[in-house]
């Protein structure tokens, strides 16, 4: 993809280069507002679920499996739909579903006829547009910035992402404090975030957009998508992290949470400012993604991917609130900065016309783990402690990442060992 006249690639450097572009300007901006009504709706949700269950970590895991386990199904299908038709147009949809669906929710609260079936069912509903709206979103970004800004605008999504998550679980927590428990206000705030995001991309120049070619309607796109990654080693050891990280190290909406409440002994208060930290050291992470200009190396995802499982492992080993609630700042550092590279990564290393079906693969990968992961951190969480949770979580992230880097160097001393013989010895 090059830039055309109308809108030069902008030149320059700077964490925020990108944002000189009017079209990711728009969407930059919006999507700060839409994000912190959605972390507003995830604090909660989860706290509604822990009131409607009885402090249940297993109900807990449940309702964030439900949320995240339609990816397994759906999201292959958004990447396709990414790449065969207006991504712009999709996005409006799928925005405005999921505005609705949180207001529903926040009308059965509000009304006081919510019973927990009522947040799985919806939050399972959520799942399901979010699968096909995930990797439609990151498959536009190129479309809006161009390759030559894609890893800036990939590294300033997951600063507005973890902006968002700092405002909007501080503000959830006092919100729903002042309202003494009631996390319907919270609710009907996320509902009405969405309305920014759409009217930003209603007000996109179409024409300083870059698209890709469409791809024709026809059979076996999907396995087309499958076999092209398979293909690529690069693009396999990264969706391997990005299951087993997803699985077993991002489950912090859960553990947490159940830390919050069963450790720790706070409220929502405290259950929001702990969220706050943990996004205070995942903006940090990000802000330092947004100087990347290149595509990382493999060394540098498997080295981040061992740190972040470390500190997880270190999260639940740490005595009492304050030296827990320190931690989680370089915790959330070294996740986003491990979450942002493997994400240019991929988007870096895949065909324009194949990004849609790839990201979508990388989605299912990183996201699809979830089901299995979310419940059984949860089970570990309430039958062994909230700690036994962070440690097992990480404890597995971090072997992953060491197991992998040895694969990798054993990888490259047998092409090594291959070439030499193939090469004749000088005479």
């Known amino acids: 993809m090059t830039s055309t006249a109308a809108d030069p690639t902008p030149a320059g450097h700077g964490s925020f280069r990108s944002l000189r572009v009017h079209n990711f300007r728009l969407y930059a901006s919006a999507n700060l507002v839409s994000l912190t009504g959605t972390w507003m709706q995830r604090i909660g949700q989860d706290w509604l679920v822990l009131q409607l269950s009885g402090d249940s970590g297993v109900a807990l895991?449940?309702?964030?499996?439900?949320?995240?386990?339609?990816?397994?199904?759906l999201?292959?299908?958004?990447?396709?739909?990414?790449d065969r038709y207006d991504k712009r147009r999709v996005l409006v949809v799928t925005q405005a579903l999921m505005g609705l669906l949180?207001?529903?929710?926040?009308?059965?609260?509000?009304?006081?006829?919510?019973?927990?079936?009522?947040?799985?069912v919806l939050a399972a509903g959520l799942g399901s547009v979010s699968a096909v709206d995930a990797p439609v979103r990151q498959a536009f970004v190129p479309e809006m910035v161009g390759r030559?800004?894609?890893?800036?605008?990939?590294g300033l999504n997951s600063t507005i992402f973890n902006g968002a998550r700092l405002v909007g679980p501080a503000l959830a927590g006092l919100l729903i404090g002042a309202s003494g428990g009631d996390t319907a206000p919270a609710f009907a705030l996320n509902a009405a975030t969405f309305a920014f995001t759409i009217a930003a991309l209603?007000?996109?120049?179409?024409?300083?957009?870059r698209p890709s070619d469409p791809v024709a309607r026809g059979r076996g796109q999907l396995r087309e998508g499958l076999a092209y990654t398979w293909g690529r080693a690069d693009l396999r050891l990264a969706m391997v992290l990005a299951f087993v990280i997803g699985t077993f190290g991002f489950n912090f909406q859960v553990t947490i949470a159940l830390m919050a409440r069963e450790v720790l002994d706070l409220g929502a208060e405290g259950f929001g400012l702990l969220s706050t930290l943990f996004?205070?050291?995942?903006?940090?992470?990000?802000?330092?993604?947004?100087?990347?200009?290149?595509?990382?190396?493999?060394?540098?995802l498997l080295v981040s991917a061992v740190v972040f499982g470390l500190l997880t492992v270190a999260c639940g080993l740490v005595p009492g609130?304050?030296?827990?609630?320190?931690?989680?700042v370089p915790t959330g550092a070294a996740a986003l900065v491990f979450s942002v590279a493997n994400n240019s990564f991929v988007q870096l290393g895949a065909d324009p016309q194949m990004r849609g079906r790839v990201m979508a693969l990388y989605f299912t990968c990183f996201l699809g783990g979830t089901p299995l992961g979310a419940p059984l951190i949860g089970w570990v969480s309430e039958h062994l402690g909230a700690r036994w949770g962070l440690v097992l979580g990480g404890a597995v992230v971090a072997l992953a990442g060491a197991a992998?880097?040895?694969?990798?160097?054993?990888?490259?001393?047998v092409r090594a060992a291959a070439l030499a013989r193939r090469v004749p010895a000088a005479t």
Do not use: C, K
């Open 61 to 73: 895991g449940v309702v964030t499996a439900l949320q995240f386990g339609p990816t397994l199904v």
């Open 75 to 82: 999201s292959l299908y958004g990447g396709v739909l990414a």
């Open 102 to 120: 949180a207001l529903v929710l926040a009308a059965l609260v509000a009304a006081d006829a919510i019973a927990l079936w009522h947040v799985l």
């Open 148 to 154: 030559d800004l894609l890893p800036n605008a990939v």
């Open 202 to 209: 209603l007000a996109m120049r179409p024409a300083e957009l």
């Open 279 to 300: 996004a205070v050291g995942s903006l940090t992470g990000a802000l330092l993604s947004t100087r990347r200009s290149a595509r990382p190396r493999q060394r540098f």
């Open 321 to 328: 609130s304050w030296p827990f609630a320190v931690l989680l």
């Open 404 to 413: 992998a880097a040895l694969a990798v160097a054993r990888g490259r001393r």
